[in-house]
């Protein structure tokens, strides 16, 4: 049997909206606890529902009426069996749904790379790779007409990357000079 059986099943002496309600509710339950034993987690749920009920504050004002009655008991056990068989089979899914997401996500990258490398480089790159050669000196061995946007993206992210390592440098070894003046010549090794 599956959830989806097991759905059709259980609890239909309740209307509509109240079995709606209650199957997602154990369902979100079950997921929170879904480590656990099936009775144990029974139990967790009928414990929960009577302390929402002894402080006015549960879900289901009607569940009173169920919570001693041997069919529910037996039919909210049977949910909670199959919605535990779910998530634990969930949970074995997750790392090859994991990999299968990763290999997804490269997929769109190299698509979205080969789409770029077609087109023509947007004015907002162009000019934005001038300034930053400009700022490091640099010459424009990029022309506009030949190279694609793929291209001025990677020249961007390569010439970031190396102002970024330059200002590093320069602010270690000034941060180098400060200790060393402070520490009455003591060199860093």
């Known amino acids: 049997m599956d ?3 097991a759905k059709n099943k259980i609890f239909n002496y309740l209307t ?17 606890h879904f480590n656990k034993e099936i009775s144990d987690i029974t139990d967790l749920f009928i414990e929960a529902e009577k302390h929402y009920l002894t402080i006015n504050s549960s879900r289901f004002p009607w569940i009173d009426d169920y919570l001693e009655n041997e069919e529910f008991l037996k039919e909210l056990e049977l949910y909670v069996k199959e919605n535990r068989k779910k998530y634990l089979y969930k949970e074995k899914q997750k790392p090859l749904y994991e990999k299968q997401k990763a290999f997804a996500k ?11 490398s077609k087109q023509p480089p947007t004015k907002a790159q162009i ?26 993206k990677n020249a961007i992210s390569i010439i970031l990357e190396n102002s970024e390592y330059t200002k590093k440098s ?15 010549g003591k060199i860093i090794k």
Do not use: G
Not at 16 to 32: E, G, N, P, R
Not at 137 to 150: A, H, M, V, W, Y
Not at 170 to 184: D, M, T, W
């Open 3 to 5: 959830i989806y059986t």
């Open 16 to 32: 509509k909206a109240q079995k709606s309600d209650l199957c997602h509710y154990i369902a979100s339950f079950v997921k929170k």
């Open 106 to 116: 490269e997929q769109r990258k190299k698509a979205q790379e080969i789409k770029m």
């Open 127 to 152: 000019s934005y790779y001038k300034a930053l050669c400009k700022k490091n000196n640099i010459d424009f061995p990029l022309n506009e007409k030949t190279f694609s946007r793929l291209d001025f």
């Open 170 to 184: 320069e602010l270690f070894a000034r941060l180098k000079k400060v200790y060393e003046k402070q520490n009455s």
